[in-house]
């Protein structure tokens, strides 16, 4: 049976990757903090450890120890209050545990790291589709952590046998974040900031766990680097339709002014500035969120990991919607 570590399994991609790579076979061992909470995970996992990610030698002796086959590090910070903190949390500790891994007496046959396609950010609408060749130009302090977690990569361990994988949004039972979004419609409401039309791509987070598991067996060059998505692209008012269709409901659309919505989020991190939270909307994640164009092209991804993804936005958005309704998240 072999082996895979799996960091950030606490998470929202975390809990459907153990679930997943327990299925296969595997098994499988979760890097948690002590503090996590893992009820959710426990039957899918074989053992819980829980190194020192701030310190070499506590990966150097779990590495040491386990001898996994596989380590897929899935976990980030996707919110700080500083630059230098979550350039910390996700290219230092990147760095501590690459090297931990690579330097033990058994590296894994492949490690796999989660980035993101925020690494890389959006293009302009006429322009496109993101390639795994574009050039970095991210707009939010969690995409230039990406980028730079993966420059460290392709400086540091260019020839070791790494997987970077670029995810796009991702969204699925679990998910948080755009679940905001669901809650406002369930309430009736489809608010949009401006009129631009935008291209914006997704991925299920079943697909998304399904490449990462993928990349750990497929045969690559030592480092290799692929961008997923379910290789659609959809309008602003998609999610919305789908929204509408499977609930038949009907909702009233409003598109606030660009204008107001920047001043408010100036405003929101403004009163945030000297608290341990974030608010919701702040100016980095309004120009995220507003962007033209993040079309993905996953034809590197379907050629050499042979991924072919199961759900289009319709499928998997339905099935994320009824399980949202079945445990009373409406």
């Not at 989020?265 to 939270?277: E, F, I, M, P």
Request: with cysteine.
């Amino acid at each position: 049976m072999k082996k895979i570590l799996v960091t950030g399994a606490s998470g929202f991609v975390g809990f459907h990757l153990v679930s997943a790579a327990h299925e296969a076979g595997y098994e499988v061992h979760a890097a948690v903090r002590k503090t996590s909470q893992v009820s959710d995970i426990e039957s899918f996992v074989d053992k819980f450890v829980y190194p020192d990610f701030n310190q070499l030698n506590s990966l150097a002796t779990l590495f040491t120890s386990e001898k996994y086959d596989y380590i897929i590090h899935a976990a980030a910070m996707t919110k700080a209050k500083s630059e230098d903190e979550m350039m910390d949390a996700n290219v230092r500790v990147t760095e501590r545990l690459t090297q931990a891994a690579f330097e033990s007496p058994n590296p894994p046959q492949r490690l796999v790291y989660v980035s993101s396609l925020a690494a890389i950010g959006p293009l302009s609408y006429l322009d496109g589709p993101i390639t795994e060749f574009t050039p970095y130009h991210p707009v939010t302090m969690y995409g230039r952590s990406k980028r730079e977690a993966e420059k460290m990569i392709c400086a540091n361990f260019a020839d070791k046998p790494i997987s970077i994988i670029r995810p796009t949004a991702v969204y699925g039972p679990r998910e948080r974040d755009l679940f905001i979004l669901f809650h406002t419609m369930n309430k009736g409401i489809d608010a949009y900031v401006g009129r631009a039309p935008q291209k914006l791509s997704f991925v299920y987070v079943k697909d998304l766990v399904e490449a990462l598991l993928q990349a750990c067996v497929s045969p690559q060059e030592r480092l290799d680097i692929f961008n997923i998505s379910d290789g659609g692209v959809y309008s602003r008012y998609e999610m919305a339709e789908i929204f509408k269709r499977t609930f038949r409901k009907k909702l009233m659309r409003i598109h606030v002014p660009y204008a107001i919505v920047k001043s408010v989020a100036r405003v929101s991190q403004w009163l945030y500035s000297n608290s341990a939270k974030t608010p919701v909307i702040y100016p980095e994640r309004l120009e995220e969120l507003t962007a033209e164009n993040w079309e993905c092209d996953i034809s590197h991804a379907q050629i050499v990991l042979g991924y072919r993804p199961s759900y289009n936005l319709d499928k998997g958005l339905t099935d994320s919607l009824q399980w949202y309704q079945k445990n009373n998240w409406f």
